[in-house]
């Protein structure tokens, strides 16, 4: 009986020591004069503040690209869209030294991770309200403080301020 209580617990102990072994997600891509917003299919380098890549697994080479922040979050809200996301990038707004042209290409950060900063005064490059994401939560706070808004998570970002 000790032995095979032995076994079980070396089986056990083997089992739980695997883990799933899961490739890492693309990294950002650079803007491109090729890069075109997803959904109003104009160069990205056309528009200002922040803007936003999403990888998929059936897409997994080439980005969709966002013009806003705002288009990218209602991507992945939307039902109609592809659910096999694999990475979202986003503009660090924090990053950015000049507000009215922020092609920070090497500025990306993971969506999930940023702190967003929303209703502020900012208007985004599609000529609409725009979450501005941060990847420090000093930088948002001290945005926040100097034009106003509030910071939220990603999935905090509520509905009715993406879809204005």
């Not at 697994?57 to 690209?65: G, I, L, M, N, V």
């Amino acid at each position: 009986m000790k032995k095979l209580t032995i076994l079980l617990a070396t089986v056990l102990l083997a089992a739980c020591s695997q883990t799933e072994t899961t490739s890492a997600p693309p990294p950002p891509q650079a803007i491109t004069e090729q890069a075109k917003g997803y959904y109003c299919t104009m160069n990205l380098n056309e528009h200002y503040g922040g803007k936003a890549q999403i990888f998929t697994e059936s897409q997994p080479d080439k980005p969709y690209w966002f013009s806003t922040v705002n288009q990218a979050i209602g991507f992945t809200r939307h039902p109609g869209e592809p659910k096999d996301i694999t990475a979202i990038y986003v503009t660090d707004m924090g990053k950015v030294s000049d507000w009215d042209n922020p092609h920070a290409d090497d500025a990306w950060i993971d969506a999930k991770k940023a702190y967003y900063v929303i209703d502020s005064p900012f208007i985004g490059g599609m000529g609409t309200v725009d979450s501005l994401p941060f990847a420090d939560l000093a930088k948002a706070q001290e945005f926040v403080q100097k034009k106003g808004g509030k910071i939220v998570s990603f999935d905090e970002v509520p509905n009715d301020f993406i879809y204005k």
